[in-house]
């Protein structure tokens, strides 16, 4: 069965195959099954990763207001 495994990723993770979501991981193991979703030809993978909100205003203090 293929499966995608992430490795290591943090701190959410969602995984949308061709469209349809095929899991949101918040813990290890970041493995998702995706044989139901794959379909014959061409697939679209999109794997959107959510950061800690802490580190997006430690990375706003880095930038210049614009």
């Given at each position: 069965?293929?499966?995608?495994?992430?490795?290591?990723?943090?701190?959410?993770?969602?995984v949308v195959v061709s469209?349809?979501?095929?899991?949101?991981?918040?813990?290890?193991p970041f493995r998702v099954p995706l044989?139901?979703?794959?379909?014959?030809?061409?697939?679209?993978?999109?794997?959107?990763?959510?950061?800690?909100?802490?580190?997006?205003?430690?990375?706003?203090?880095?930038?210049?207001?614009?």
């Open positions: 069965m293929p499966a995608l495994d992430l490795g290591a990723v943090k701190n959410l993770d969602e469209g349809t979501s095929a899991a949101i991981l918040w813990k290890p044989a139901r979703l794959l379909k014959p030809g061409r697939n679209r993978l999109e794997i959107k990763v959510t950061n800690l909100w802490a580190n997006r205003l430690v990375g706003d203090e880095l930038h210049p207001d614009d």
